[in-house]
């Protein structure tokens, strides 16, 4: 028996056995293809040819996979070359299919590294920092802009892009009412992923879980970017104080920022008189965006609006008539 018909009746010997999650495609003297899986996202078929000279030269290897980016298999393919050059004249092939599976076992990062990539280069700067674990599956990602700042660690769960990407904030020196949205959102923004719709239309497609962690990333990001240098649509000064530890706390003061359900930022005083005064028909709008303005503090029809006002108007006149009559 042949050194490569050996290897070929050891791979359909204990293969399967040896190394959890593979399945042989093709076993034969021209080609050798096994599937690895550890999830349904984390898969990939190997293909190893025999080349002239094997053992004493490494095995030619190709690597496909439906969920995991072209980047990252061709990476590993040298990878794998590097693994079979240090066993040459042995029988190479079990040992690479098993690096590769305990690849996919200890690194979370191989069904997001498109995502990962994308966030390292085109989404944070040279003056925010990131790190990531790669055993644990955490992403260390602190994002700063005009002396503001936001420290989330994004946690990269082993189901993954079926169970969404998890987000725990570490540090924030933005208001709370900020911090509670930029959170809640990104976290609906993940659930959307993972989770279908509670009203399903008729023509939809089946659900398929989509990965969160490009969006959740760009949403924290891009949030923490605008709110420092926006200014309130209403008296066009800035909202947010340029130094963080002169952020106001209290809601009844009148630099004190409140966030809309379009998600411009106004100073409540400046908020207060504009949803108190005319013109009510309508509705009030945002001046930036055009749209109706929200919020859980105003909760009242422009109808109603509009009957306060008139009475309060009402009352003023009167108080005006008796200091006339007083002078």
């Known amino acids: 028996m042949s050194f490569i018909e050996a290897e070929l009746a050891e791979i359909k010997d204990k293969l399967t056995t040896q190394v959890e999650g593979t399945r042989i495609i093709q076993c034969h ?22 080349p002239e000279g094997y053992p004493d030269v490494p095995i ?20 794998c070359e590097a693994e079979a050059k240090k066993i040459l004249g042995k029988k190479q092939i079990l040992h ?21 990539s994308f966030i390292k280069k085109d989404l944070v700067t040279s003056t925010d920092e990131i790190k990531t674990k790669h055993k644990s599956g955490v992403i260390i990602l602190k994002i700063n802009e005009g ?14 892009p079926t169970n969404q ?11 709370a009412l900020f911090v509670m949205t930029f959170l ?5 923004m993940a659930r959307q992923c993972t989770e279908p719709p509670l009203r399903k239309k008729p023509k939809d497609p089946p659900f ?53 359900y379009c998600g411009h930022a106004f100073h409540y005083g400046c908020l207060n008189k504009y949803l108190k005064t005319p013109p009510f028909e309508g509705g009030k709008k945002c001046p930036d965006c055009g749209k109706r303005v929200y919020h859980d503090k105003w909760k009242v029809t422009p109808e109603l609006a509009e009957a306060r006002w008139a009475h309060k108007e009402a009352k003023r006149r009167e108080l005006d008539e008796v200091m006339d009559f007083l002078e």
């Open 29 to 50: 003297p021209a080609l050798v293809a096994v599937d690895i899986m550890k999830t349904k996202y984390k898969q990939m078929i190997a293909r190893f040819q025999f």
């Open 208 to 260: 398929e879980p989509t990965p969160s962690l490009r969006i959740v990333a760009e949403h924290l990001v891009k949030s923490v970017r605008r709110y420092p240098h926006e200014c309130c649509p209403l008296c066009k000064e800035r909202a947010l104080p340029e130094d963080p530890k002169d952020v106001i706390t209290s809601g009844s003061n009148m630099k004190y920022v409140e966030r809309v």
């Open 147 to 160: 002396g503001y700042f936001m420290h989330v660690h994004l946690t990269v769960p082993n189901e993954y």
């Open 184 to 188: 809640g959102q990104a976290t609906e």
């Open 165 to 175: 990407v998890e987000i725990e904030n570490k540090a924030c020196n933005f208001p």
């Open 96 to 116: 690479v299919v098993s690096f590769l599976r305990t690849f996919l076992d200890e690194n979370p990062f191989t069904v997001c590294s498109d995502e990962l």
């Open 60 to 79: 030619l290897i190709e690597l496909q996979s439906k969920t995991l980016s072209l980047k990252l298999c061709d990476g590993l393919c040298k990878v």
